[in-house]
T-cell receptor, first 108, second 113 residues
Framework: GEDVEQSLFLSVREGDSSVINCTYT??????LYWYKQEPGAGLQLLTY?????DMKQDQRLTVLLNKKDKHLSLRIADTQTGDSAIYFC????????FGKGTRLHILP | ETGVTQTPRHLVMGMTNKKSLKCEQH?????MYWYKQSAKKPLELMFV???????ENNSVPSRFSPECPNSSHLFLHLHTLQPEDSALYLC????????????FGNGTRLTVT
């Protein structure tokens, strides 16, 4: 079946860029999503990209999609302590499949 | 008003209790979902409702009983739960079942004793 894979942990120094990577297996994904989950909260939609796009930028967030390699990344520029959270990648075709999430830890 | 509201935020119940989780969305969406989030496991889709009709039940035990009286409200009725049912239960909604992103509530943290 379809699968979405992410690394489980990422540590980044405050002020640096964070890059969170995701791979997926579904060939007919329509949209790919990034969600953020802070402690004690639900998943917050950060951004999404349509499968016929290569890149989407939204303020400090840049999403890159390599459809050939089925690779999605989320870059957070100038990482702040408030960016500390779990980030979920998800792809959708006839249903939405979530990765297990990447826990982003910010180093002072 | 927040988009998707879940109550209660925390719930502790014994294995013989009956309780209900409530979800309300103010986004005008047509589809509503229940997810279970356990530690160290991927998000598990439990139920999907589209225009008040249940369209998915992912082999969820019958001790979990969903109810969707209208497109804005979703309930999860709980009875005779097991300790392994302790988890964060997330409700979500979307405009279109297939083509629009999910919007989540903050979840109900359930502990079964």
């Amino acid at each position: 079946g379809e699968d979405v894979e992410q690394s489980l942990f990422l540590s980044v120094r405050e002020g640096d860029s964070s890059v969170i990577n995701c791979t997926y297996t579904d060939s007919s994904s329509t949209y790919l999503y990034w969600y953020k989950q802070e402690p004690g909260a639900g998943l917050q939609l950060l951004t999404y990209i349509f499968s016929n796009m290569d890149m989407k930028q939204d303020q400090r967030l840049t999403v890159l999609l390599n459809k050939k390699d089925k690779h999605l990344s989320l870059r957070i520029a100038d990482t702040q302590t408030g960016d500390s959270a779990i980030y979920f990648c998800a792809d959708s075709d006839d249903k939405i499949i979530f990765g297990k999430g990447t826990r982003l830890h910010i180093l002072p | 008003e927040t988009g998707v509201t879940q109550t209660p935020r925390h719930l502790v119940m014994g294995m013989t209790n009956k309780k209900s989780l409530k979800c309300e969305q103010h986004l005008g969406h047509n589809a509503m979902y229940w997810y279970k989030q356990s530690a160290k496991k991927p998000l598990e889709l439990m139920f999907v409702y589209n225009f008040k009709e249940q369209t998915e039940n992912n082999s969820v035990p019958s001790r979990f009983s969903p109810e969707c009286p209208n497109s804005s409200h979703l309930f999860l009725h709980l009875h005779t739960l097991q300790p392994e049912d302790s988890a964060l239960y997330l409700c979500a909604s979307s405009g279109d079942r297939l083509k629009s992103p999910l919007h989540f509530g903050n979840g109900t943290r359930l502990t079964v004793t």
